[in-house]
Nanobody
Framework: VQLQASGGGLVQAGDSLRLSCAVS????????MGWFRQAPGKGREFVAA????????YYADSVQGRFTISRDNARNTVLLQMNSLKPEDTAVYSC????????????????????WGQGTLVTVSS
C-alpha cells in the first residue's frame, strides 16, 4: 500500500489550498484516514482524521473551522481543504491510514499507523 500526498505549494496568508492523498495497492474504504503535519524544527502534529465511512471527523483545535477533511472511497482518495491559511500552518503535510482504529480520535493519538505516506510542503507567507 502506498500513500502519496499532493497539492502543497506557496500561498499567502488567507489563501486556500486543497491537499489530496492518493492510496494505491489496496482499497481505502475500510481504513480510518488522517492528516498530520510537521513544521520545521518541530515534532509531528495531528491535523484531521475521518472514519472509513466518512460519518465522523475530528480536528486539531488549531485548524477547527478552517480545514475540512473528506474522502472519496471510489477514487481511493482523502482530501484536506485548507481555508484561511496562516503562516503557522507552514509544514510538511502527510497522510496516514489505519485499519486498526475505528475512530478519528484514536487515529489522532496513535503513534505508529499501518500506512504512512510521503508528504507535501505547504508554505504560507505573511
Amino acid at each position: 500500500v502506498q500513500l502519496q500526498a499532493s497539492g502543497g505549494g506557496l500561498v499567502q496568508a488567507g489563501d486556500s489550498l486543497r491537499l489530496s492523498c492518493a492510496v494505491s495497492g489496496r482499497t481505502v474504504k475500510r481504513y480510518t484516514m488522517g492528516w498530520f503535519r510537521q513544521a520545521p524544527g518541530k515534532g509531528r502534529e495531528f491535523v484531521a482524521a475521518i472514519t472509513y465511512g466518512g460519518s465522523a471527523t475530528y480536528y486539531a483545535d488549531s485548524v477547527q473551522g478552517r480545514f475540512t477533511i473528506s474522502r472519496d472511497n471510489a477514487r481511493n482518495t482523502v482530501l484536506l481543504q485548507m481555508n484561511s491559511l496562516k503562516p503557522e500552518d507552514t509544514a510538511v503535510y502527510s497522510c496516514a491510514a489505519d485499519y486498526h482504529v475505528q475512530t478519528p480520535q484514536a487515529l489522532a493519538v496513535k503513534r505508529v499507523h499501518d500506512y504512512w505516506g510521503q508528504g507535501t510542503l505547504v508554505t504560507v507567507s505573511s
